[in-house]
């Protein structure tokens, strides 16, 4: 284990570090003797503090120390404004930031690619130059998506990866534990912080069986979400075993891993195996594939590891399925479809089939869905839905180009899209029906919730294999079953389609097609980072000031919020994504969504100065303006929803001190510290109704200590100041946190 391997083709430095992880392994044994999941092997070996950090599975807080970072245009932006700020001259761990989010589906795949070039070139120069400043890889417009091109390239067994992007567990499907966060653990890994995460459970999927005929890898996620629902997954880590795992396909165990996230799985991993070995000697990895041979012991489950569930599948059992409408979890095989469409009015006819996003764009699906295409063309029919191809890779869209499967699908009837998210993230401009009618498209995507395509709530969106995406767009009717059913050749003679076949792996070698990778520059230090002063998108962040050691005193409240207060009230999404890299811009959405108990509205408050009711981030400015701090009042589990930074650095940048509430999301209040906030919560809940919305407050910020609450002094517009104690949850090194103005300030001057 000695050996030093690189992890990619593509950096020099990095190196796979089986002897670190099969010490820290070990170290982790002693301690709690018993047999391990391949999950648990590969997080307790990333351990941060393997002798000292508690270990239980679904309790404890790992603190780990992940191999690699990677980003999507889209979170890249603040994840890499705030790195900036904290002043370092380099990512701590390898990264790399991927272009692939940002690019419309319009007319096809090169003037698609254009257009959004032109659309979004403030920030991908910011991006471009930002990655070249501080030694990140970067993959431009076109390359792909972010999970193709980690798989094809960058993942590894055993490895631990953090993405900005909830599929970031497609390397699952390569033996590696990779997981998807927010912008801010990012940050965090980037800045040599150890990077958290309650210890996962682990539910063991075990495969039996083969797969044959028109059963694909998609069936086998597709059968699990319907089993343990969208929720069924969560705050756990899915680990498929058992000798079924054999006849699946590397790039086939990405898609299952990549779609578990439907599930709300932390991730799922696959042990590793030959087939794994096989595809990184394609992608010219055999250096990895050896040398994980050589620890692989360490690559699976210990025999006798317990899962906290246990699912059985057989595979020579497993029908096709097709998920949706509207959730992913809505299991049907296909043999019920037909009737299940029926019953339930979803529109009979199949206005577009899309196959391809990063779910499903391996050499195998390409190859599957082309022979099925062939077949239809044979019997001179073509596909009756419009029917697009999004290849997840340039080096995928180059290789079919080179072995005909490109051609096929244009013969077909095809539109070939960018390399790219495109009609996957809703980038879709679709012409064809209009908002409000209802109507039945199917994908090979993972993900269908309502408008997620092409904005209309009354699309109908199905997801299955690839191979039955082709099949239904040639019937063009949801009451095909490819299995069963005939279809009419140009003749009006009735032919049956033949099962897909397809090479796994291209016997020519991948072609890679146009480069489109920077690496970073050898010489770093005359790089610019290039954001225009006057761009609504981008704006570079000012460290924020430390706290001035004093109590703060006569603070109004901004608003209190009353129930639920998301993330999404806090920060909204939708249109405002544009400006995710403009601190100051996006911060004009503040808690715009969040109720004001005053009044029962969204987006109403009044301002104490002047009395004048106005929109939340108004007054905040206005007290920012005039130098007044002010604090929010909110009800239990603020801050829910998702890990977007941006609810805690708006607060922060309009003059917040603190955010008191009955309880907190625990990532939000994390976020909050990280930030320089302080998240309080009433030591006794009931406290929450005592406070006016027009109360002033007095908070003993210089109490402020390990394990001890905070007071809180209550000046009521009429009556009696009364006090109030805050729990706190603050650890010796948050507190510097706060201190300092946030925790990249206190990264930076330790760096100094
Ligand atoms: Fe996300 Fe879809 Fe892009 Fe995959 S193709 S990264 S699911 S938006």
């Known amino acids: 284990l000695d050996k030093k391997v690189k992890q990619n083709n593509w950096e020099e430095g990095n190196f796979i570090n089986y002897k670190k992880m099969s010490e820290n392994l070990a170290i982790v044994r002693s301690r709690l003797n018993r047999p391990l999941t391949y999950a648990e092997k590969i997080l307790y070996s990333h351990l941060d503090d393997p002798h000292g950090q508690e270990i239980e599975r679904g309790v404890s807080y790992l603190k780990l120390r992940p191999d690699r970072v990677a980003c999507q245009d889209a979170t890249a932006q603040m994840a890499i404004l705030q790195f900036m700020s904290a002043g370092m001259p380099s990512v701590a761990n390898p990264t790399t930031v991927h272009c692939d989010h940002l690019i419309e589906a319009q007319v096809g795949g090169p003037k698609d690619l254009e257009r959004a070039i032109s659309i979004n070139k403030e920030v991908y120069d910011f991006l471009a130059s930002a990655c070249a400043k501080y030694n990140i890889g970067f993959w431009r417009p076109g390359s792909g998506i972010i999970h193709q091109i980690l798989l094809e390239n960058y993942a590894f067994p055993g490895g631990l990866l953090i993405g900005t992007d909830s599929h970031t567990p497609n390397a699952g499907g390569l033996g590696m534990c990779a997981i998807g966060v927010g912008g801010a653990d990012a940050v965090d890994v980037m800045a040599n912080l150890p990077w958290e ?16 005929g028109w059963t694909s890898p998609k069936d086998i996620i597709l059968k699990v979400a319907g089993i343990l629902t969208v929720k069924g997954g969560t705050g756990a880590i899915v680990e498929y075993h058992g000798p079924g795992t054999n006849s699946i396909s590397c790039t086939g165990m990405a898609t299952i891993g990549n779609m578990g996230a439907e599930i709300g799985a932390t991730t799922s991993v696959f042990p590793f195996n030959d087939r794994m070995y096989d595809y990184l000697k394609a992608t010219k990895r055999s250096d990895i594939g050896d040398f994980a ?6 690559l699976r489950e210990d025999e006798g590891a317990e899962y906290d569930q246990l699912i059985e599948l057989n595979l020579s059992e497993l029908e096709p399925h097709i998920n949706g409408p509207f959730t992913p ?8 479809f037909s009737e299940a469409a029926k019953e339930n009015n979803w529109p009979d006819e199949l206005k577009a089939g899309l196959i391809g996003s990063c779910t499903n764009s391996s050499y195998e699906d390409m190859s599957r869905a082309a022979s099925i295409a062939r077949d239809a063309l044979e019997h001179g029919v073509k596909a009756k839905s419009a029917f697009f191809v999004t290849p997840g890779s340039e080096q995928i869209r180059a290789t079919i180009a080179r072995d005909g ?12 899209l960018a390399n790219a998210c495109g009609p996957c993230i809703g980038q879709w401009d679709r012409q064809d029906v209009k908002k409000g009618e209802a109507n039945s498209i199917i994908s090979s995507y993972n993900r269908n919730f309502t408008g997620r395509n092409d904005g209309n709530p009354a699309t109908h969106s199905f997801v299955t294999s690839p191979d039955l995406v082709v099949a239904m767009s040639i019937a063009g009717s949801l009451s095909f079953n490819p299995l069963t059913d005939k279809l009419k050749d140009k003749d009006g003679n009735e032919f049956q389609l033949t099962p897909p076949t397809g090479e796994g792996l291209p016997s020519r070698g991948y072609d890679p097609g146009n480069n489109t990778y920077q690496a970073p520059p050898a010489d770093r230090t005359t790089v610019n980072v290039q954001v225009s002063p006057s761009s609504d998108r981008l704006q570079v962040l000012q460290p924020f000031n430390a706290w001035d050691g004093k109590d703060a005193l006569d603070m109004p409240i901004l608003i209190k919020a009353k129930g639920k207060t998301t993330t999404d009230h806090i920060s909204m999404a939708g249109p405002w994504l544009k400006y995710r890299g403009h601190l100051d811009n996006i911060s004009n959405n503040m808690l715009i969504g969040a109720i004001n108990e005053a009044n029962g509205e969204a987006n109403k408050v009044r301002n104490s100065t002047n009395d004048e009711w106005d929109a939340v981030p108004a007054v905040a400015r206005d007290y920012k303006a005039k130098g007044i701090k002010w604090v929010v009042i909110g009800d239990w589990n603020y801050g829910e929803g998702s890990s977007r930074e941006h609810a805690a650095l708006e607060p922060r940048h309009l003059g917040g001190l603190a955010i008191i509430t009955r309880s907190f999301a625990r990532i939000h209040e994390t976020n909050l510290k990280k930030q320089g906030m302080l998240p309080l919560t009433f030591a006794d809940p009931a406290d929450y109704d005592k406070i006016k919305p027009d109360d002033r407050i007095d908070l003993l910020c210089t109490e402020l200590a390990v394990g001890k609450p905070l007071t809180m002094r209550v000046h009521p517009k009429d009556g009696e100041t009364f006090e109030v104690k805050l729990n706190q949850t603050f650890n010796e090194a948050q507190i510097e946190w706060f201190k300092n103005g946030s925790a990249l300030n206190t990264m930076a001057k330790s760096a100094k």
């Open 405 to 416: 499967q490109l051609q096929t699908f244009e013969e077909f009837g095809g539109i070939v």
């Open 197 to 212: 995460l309650k210890a996962p459970k682990v539910i063991g999927v075990k495969l039996t069986g083969q797969l044959s």
């Open 293 to 298: 041979r050589s620890y692989a012991k360490e």
């Open 329 to 336: 979890d809505l299991a049907t095989p296909i043999s019920k």
